[in-house]
């Protein structure tokens, strides 16, 4: 062990207690040592602020491509938490505003409701009759006007319907029920003051049904996909990748599922910097890259490619096409029926029993 | 979201210390996979910080944790989620801590009797000069230019052969990667000792405590 080796072993705290005492008792009687060991020790300090300086810098390129915000249910203001508070306020006061002139108007229009058909005794429906939808607030104060001259008729108080006063947003839900309905002509109700259903929970039943079905198909390609997927990572040192240390170090990668680092090397490698069998094993590794990053499309390119690099691939290349075009069934039905159609009557295609299962399964 | 595989500790510490690409790759798990970001995040605002605390709460204890690893200080004491959450909680202690003392500090003229009161606040304002120091040792290297030296020497330290080094750092010959390593320290070394600040650079070691200069 030179010089140099034992001072780092001692900064390292690799010597045995014996072995550093011996050597700070060295230093004490050294200042040439200890200016030594006091370098070493700048040395080792600046390397650490180098790698730490790397970390940070990592850290914040991620933090800037994947914002925490994203994290949180609920986005939290970073400022101005007051105004928070005074919005609360303002909202509670219009709330009980809108409360008291409910109460306040009702001993005074309180009259029998007539038992008649007479249909111009009844209000309009303001918010119909427009053409033009109106911020709540404001159809509210329409449906609710003064006693109405020479007509015995009031709008039905339908918070009293039941004998029972509803609260303030029931009140005004049930006086709407044309508004919520409908979703298309919906008011941005979070805008009321009264606020009265979420923009989400108005979302129709078939929206909800296309999202469940796109689900689905993405589902049902995965599911398939992963059994045997077209690209398995193997750290072969006697393998075709291995006399390449840039694609064994992808395939490491790709081994523990870093699809984004793999990708831009992937995306980079050419057909002039690796062996032609190589550039296949490429193909085959962008197109699992593509498809495990759910960017299909990208994945049925790769896999053309591959189907033109090698005609022993074909096969390969056309069943995982398929299971690109499955998974984004909804936009590419009649180019994924068709691939699906063109693997069943070909005699003798490999994957012909999967593709009967797969079509049983896109009936369904 | 999309959902990820949890890894074991065994794995998170085994790819830690395999290589250069091990490091980088289980910090990218623990920040965008583990989901012990949005547990720090929700920690930090939740305890009356905002997001903008959170970020930087979250980039320090994820430097504090690879120190650990890197320094031998975690030893498998208890569970790595568990102890890298416990270093966040730190951080965002002291950083409250420091809030507090600067409030104090505005209502008191002398800023020598905060210290002598309150000796154990001291926490947050080493972590400002550490910072300023970690800035200084930086300038230090884009002055003298070493870069690759100790890029070459961070990345033998991590764990690649000498196969490796050679092939990312341009070398022909492996075993010429071992000389360079060690000639293009030592002449660190040398560049450092005739560094004009040195004085204000090195550090002091008193009863076993390292510690800088500047701050003693």
Redesign the interface.
């Known amino acids: 062990m030179d010089l140099?080796d034992k001072i780092e072993a001692y900064l390292l705290k690799k010597l045995s207690a014996a072995e550093a005492a011996a050597f700070a008792g060295q230093m004490a009687a050294d200042p040439a040592l200890k200016?030594q060991v006091?370098?070493?020790?700048?040395?080792l300090?600046?390397?650490?602020?180098?790698?730490?300086?790397d970390?940070?810098a990592?850290?914040?390129e991620?933090?800037a491509a994947?914002p925490?915000?994203d994290?949180?249910d609920e986005k939290?203001p970073?400022?101005l938490p007051w105004l928070k508070i005074v919005m609360g306020l303002l909202a509670g006061l219009l709330l009980l505003f809108g409360i008291n002139k409910f109460r306040g108007k009702s001993p005074v229009e309180e009259k029998p409701i007539p038992n008649t058909t007479d249909s111009t005794a009844l209000l309009p429906d303001t918010n119909k009759a427009s053409g033009k939808m109106l911020p709540l607030k404001d159809t509210v104060a329409l449906q609710q006007p003064a006693p109405v001259k020479g007509n015995t008729a009031t709008l039905p108080d339908t918070r009293k319907a039941s004998g029972k006063i509803l609260p303030l947003k029931d009140s005004v839900a049930l006086q709407q029920p044309a508004l919520i309905k409908d979703n298309t002509t919906l008011p941005d109700t979070n805008k009321a003051p009264g606020k009265i259903l979420p923009l989400k929970d108005a979302i129709t039943q078939k929206e909800q049904d296309k999202k469940a079905a796109l689900l689905a198909y993405a589902d049902v390609s995965q599911q398939a996909y992963d059994k045997d997927p077209i690209y398995q990572p193997v750290i072969d040192r006697n393998g075709v990748i291995s006399s390449n240390?840039e694609l064994r170090?992808i395939e490491?990668?790709l081994d523990?599922?870093?699809f984004?680092?793999a990708l831009p090397l992937l995306e980079k490698t050419t057909p002039e910097s690796v062996k032609p069998v190589q550039y296949i094993e490429v193909q085959k590794m962008l197109a699992h890259t593509y498809y495990k990053m759910?960017r299909y499309a990208n994945a049925a390119i790769a896999l053309d490619k591959l189907a033109q690099l090698s005609r022993a691939d074909k096969a390969d290349a056309e069943w995982y096409r398929l299971l690109c075009l499955v998974a984004e069934y909804n936009k590419r039905q009649p180019e994924a029926d068709a691939l699906l159609e063109t693997i069943l009557q070909e005699k003798n295609h490999p994957y012909q029993t999967k593709a009967i299962a797969l079509k049983q399964l896109l009936k369904r | 979201m999309?959902q990820?595989?949890k890894w074991t500790d065994e794995e998170i510490l085994n790819?830690f210390y395999a290589s250069v690409?091990g490091r980088?790759?289980m910090?990218?798990y623990i920040?965008?996979e583990s989901g012990w970001?949005?547990q720090v995040?929700?920690f930090v605002?939740e305890n009356s910080g905002?997001?903008?605390d959170?970020?930087d709460i979250?980039?320090e204890a994820?430097?504090g944790f690879?120190?650990s690893l890197?320094n031998g200080k975690y030893e498998g004491q208890g569970a790595l989620q568990g102890y890298f959450f416990g270093i966040a909680k730190h951080k965002w202690h002291d950083e409250l801590e420091k809030r507090k003392k600067r409030v104090k500090t505005n209502t008191l003229t002398d800023k020598n009797d905060v210290r002598q009161n309150n000796p154990s606040e001291d926490n947050a304002d080493k972590r400002l000069l550490e910072e300023d120091?970690?800035k200084l040792?930086?300038e230090?290297?884009k002055k003298l230019g070493y870069?690759r030296c100790?890029?070459l020497?961070?990345e033998a330290?991590a764990g690649a052969t000498g196969?490796?080094l050679a092939?990312r750092f341009g070398f022909k010959d492996p075993d010429k990667v071992k000389k360079f390593k060690?000639d293009c320290?030592?002449s660190?070394?040398k560049e450092?000792?005739n560094f004009p600040d040195l004085e204000n650079?090195?550090?002091e070691e008193f009863d076993g405590l390292?510690q800088w200069k500047k701050w003693t």
């Open positions: 140099d200016k006091q370098l070493h020790r700048l040395g300090e600046i390397l650490e602020a180098v790698e730490e300086e970390w940070r990592k850290i914040k991620w933090e994947s925490s915000e994290l949180l939290i970073s400022t240390d170090n490491r990668m523990s599922s870093w984004e680092k759910g | 999309k990820h595989r790819t690409e980088e790759r910090l990218y920040f965008h970001r949005k995040i929700k605002v905002t997001m903008e959170a970020k979250m980039q994820l430097v690879l120190k890197t120091r970690r040792l930086i230090v290297v870069e100790l890029r020497r961070l330290g196969e490796e092939r060690s320290w030592k660190f070394l450092l000792e650079l090195l550090l390292i």
